[in-house]
Structures are given as C-alpha cells and as structure tokens.
C-alpha cells in the first residue's frame, strides 16, 4: 500500500482547496456579475453591493494602511488586492467556499490575492473595529505572498500571530482570555496549533490570544529585527523551526517550552488580580485594613485625652498647697 507522507497531504490538500476557491470564486462571480460593482483605487479592488455604502471607507482603510507592509512585500512584484464586501453570512460562505466559523468576519486567501469581509454593519455590531479586520487580513496577504514556498508549512499560530502583530490590532480582551487560562492552567501548547485553532469561539479566542503572544514575546526578547529575520529566511524558503535555529538560536520545541514558562513569570500576579472574586475581595480586605488601622488610631487618641484630662493642673496643686 502506498503511503502519502503527512506533508505530501497538506501540500496536496491545500493545493485542491486552492484550486477550488479559484473555480468557486469565478462562478460565483459570473453568476452573479450584474448584483457586484468594483471600486478601483491604487492598490485595491473592491467588490460590493449596488446599495453598499461602505466602499469608499474600506478603499481609504487599506491604502491608509498599504504603506505599513512595504516592508513585507519589498521586491515583490503585487498585483492589485480583491476585497469582496458579503452582505450576508450566506453570500460570505459562498465567497470563501471554506470551512469558515459562524463567529468569523473575514477571511484572507493570501495566494490569490483575495479578502473576504462581511458587511461592515455586521463587524460593528459584534464590536470588530472595521479598520483592525482590514488591517489584520491584509498582513495575511503581503506576508502569504513573501512566503509562497513555504506559507503551506509554517504553523498557524505564527501566521496568526505575525498578523495581529504587524497589523496593529489592539484587542484588551485578549489580555483577559490569557490571564484567564493561566490562572486555570489551561494554555494550549503552541505545537499543538499548528494546522488549526480550536472551532468553537472561546477556544479559537485563546489560539489567537497565545499567537499573539507568542510573537510578541520573540520580539521582546530577541528584537524585532530577529523577528524580521525569521521572516526573512521563511520568504528564502526556510521552515520556521530552521529560521528559528539560525536567527535565536531555539527550535520551535524549546521557543514553545520557554514561551510557557515565561507565562508565569511575567502573568502570574496580573492575573490572580484581573479575577473579579480575588480583586474585590482583595479590595474589600484593603478597606477593612484601613478601618482598623483608623479605629486603633482613633483609641489611641481617646486614650491620650484621658489621660491629659487625668492629670490636675500645676496651677491648681499650687494654690491647694497655699
């Protein structure tokens, strides 16, 4: 019986969804070419609804944002970017032909050059800041395109995490996913997010949080020039455990066991404080400290009074002597 290796598999799999989302992509707009209108701008080329009010905010976004990733695409020659605009979940599962999560809002598809968003309306109303999910599935794009030899095999975590890096995505919430799970000890290896994230959203919400994470730390502790020397050696054709090796010296095993240690250490007392129940009940400990240490100060002043009040004036033993 033969065989396939596990990445002749991915590599093979990935190929087919490829290929795939060209064919789904070009039907759909076929078949429906007179319901898309396209916006032109310098960089970009947005497809949207006849009644869509929104393109023109989306064009000045991105190309506000273009500059922000000449590092990653320098020497690269890029074609113009597709960003299609869905106006429902339906017409958003169409475009992507994907296995694509309910609670998703964008997709990128960084070997074609496409993103797919939802209606801007509905990033608002599930609190997404419309600019974050542009800015996020555009790095996708421009880092896709440095690595096309190796995009197929680099981790997700890392992908995840150079986009939210590099795009500036600023989400408090993930801070409180993380203090969360280390507090219960329940922090996903990075090898284990390797191929994929976890489905359901509180999980998935964590994957991206440790991503994040991650990255952010290499550059802390290592600087962001090694981070853009991983980079670097992924867009040379390296794999990431390589491009680790020869830019900090680690493979990915001992990055992996590091970051987690380093959880704790730099986390720990942030987030036994972030807990509602420790910190109110930390707050109410401070404020009867401070009650007692006030009535102890209130006794020892009445105490001191008495005392005073004890004593017979020097005037009045005088004229009792006289």
């Not at 797919?116 to 599935?137: A, G």
Request: aromatic letters at 12%.
């Amino acid at each position: 019986m033969h065989v396939i290796s596990r990445k002749a598999l991915r590599t093979l799999s990935r190929f087919c969804l490829l290929t795939l989302l060209i064919l789904s992509a070009a039907t759909l707009h076929s078949a429906t070419e007179d319901a898309w209108e396209r916006l032109d701008s310098e960089h970009f080329q947005i497809y949207y609804q006849p009644d869509e009010t929104h393109p023109q905010e989306i064009a000045n976004i991105a190309e506000d944002f273009y500059p922000q990733i000449n590092r990653l695409i320098d020497g690269i020659e890029m074609g113009k970017i597709e960003i299609w605009m869905c106006r429902t979940q339906q017409q958003f599962q169409a475009a992507t032909h994907a296995p694509i999560q309910d609670w998703a809002v964008g997709c990128a598809f960084p070997l074609i050059r496409r993103i797919v968003i939802q209606n801007p309306r509905v990033i608002i109303d599930r609190k997404f800041q419309l600019s974050q999910v542009l800015r996020h599935e555009i790095v996708h794009i421009a880092f896709g395109q440095r690595t096309k030899s190796t995009i197929g095999d680099i981790p997700l975590w890392f992908i995840e995490g150079i986009a939210i890096y590099l795009s500036g995505e600023w989400a408090p919430h993930r801070h409180e996913v993380m203090f969360e799970h280390i507090l219960s000890r329940s922090i996903i290896p990075l090898a284990e997010l390797t191929e994929r994230f976890p489905s359901a959203e509180r999980g998935a919400q964590l994957a991206y949080a440790e991503s994040l994470n991650a990255v952010a730390w290499l550059a802390k502790i290592a600087g962001v020039e090694k981070l853009w020397e991983v980079i670097h050696l992924l867009g040379e054709g390296n794999d990431l455990n390589t491009a680790y090796e020869r830019a900090i010296g680690w493979d990915l095993a001992t990055f992996d066991a590091e970051w987690q240690a380093s959880l704790s250490r730099r986390y720990y007392w942030t987030a036994i404080f972030s807990s509602s129940y420790l910190f109110w009940g930390s707050l109410g400990l401070v404020f009867i400290l401070v009650y007692l240490r006030c009535q102890q100060r209130n006794r020892r002043r009445l105490a001191e009074l008495d005392r005073q009040e004890s004593q017979v004036d020097a005037f009045f033993r005088q004229d009792n002597q006289g």
